[in-house]
């Protein structure tokens, strides 16, 4: 089956497999429909769960006896880390968040959060390197991930802060809206190219290409 990002709660993963990346993408929970993404390094092994969305059962099959070097929770929504108390009992993997949701995760969770990022940090993923980018308005420490493949385009994992036709919500908080909107357009807009594939929290991919002409009208609406 050829990778197209679209998958349903119930469904098999969609897997795309890259030079040195595995990038392994399931839903969720029919309600949110929440996507969880395993990422596994070709040459280790090495792997990264980017949102322990739910279904503990679902995730630790696919992370399988090979275990779990660390995951990554995108922002403090609840309903992006559900399983995120099972799962890391059972692998021990390392625990990372942005700084300004680092505390309400493990408020929500239990889990005490092992590292907070920001700005320019990095994750491993045996060889391959997914650089942290800050998106501050649908939470204050909501985070982006990006891959910068040597061997072919760019791959960004966004949270619930850029999805295809807009930023994520902002819950009609003017201020936050802006925040985010600002973040989006310089972070990744003004600094990645257009065949940059990015992966949302929710739904399907994109491409950075598909929606920039389309930021004037997200700005212009206000959400």
């Known amino acids: ?75 403090q929504h609840w309903d992006h880390h559900r399983a995120l108390a099972r799962v890391v009992s059972e692998t021990a993997a390392e625990t990372i968040a942005g700084a300004a949701d680092a505390e309400a995760i493990t408020a929500q969770t239990g889990v005490a959060i092992d590292r907070a990022v920001g700005d320019g940090d990095t994750v491993s993923v045996g060889c391959c390197s997914l650089q942290v980018i800050h998106l501050d308005g649908h939470t204050p420490g909501s985070i982006a991930l990006l891959y910068d493949d040597p061997e072919g385009t760019t791959h960004l994992w ?56 389309h930021l004037a009208e997200w700005r212009e609406r206000g959400w």
Request: proline content about 5%; charged content about 20%.
């Open 1 to 75: 089956m050829s990778y197209t990002g679209s998958v349903i709660p119930g469904g098999d993963p969609h897997v795309r497999e890259l030079a040195h990346l595995i990038v392994s993408k399931v839903a969720v929970d029919e309600q949110t429909s929440n996507n969880c993404y395993l990422l596994r390094c070709r040459s280790t092994g090495d792997q990264v769960l980017v949102d322990a969305a739910d279904d503990a059962e679902l995730l630790l099959t696919m992370i399988g006896a090979d275990g779990l070097t660390s995951v990554v929770t995108t922002h």
């Open 158 to 213: 966004t949270g619930d802060s850029l999805f295809p036709g807009g930023v994520g919500n902002t819950f009609g908080d003017a201020d936050a809206f802006g925040r985010l909107i600002n973040d989006v357009e310089t972070k990744i807009f003004g600094a990645l190219p257009d065949e940059t594939w990015f992966y949302p929290g929710h739904g399907n991919d994109s491409t950075l290409g598909a929606e920039r002409p």
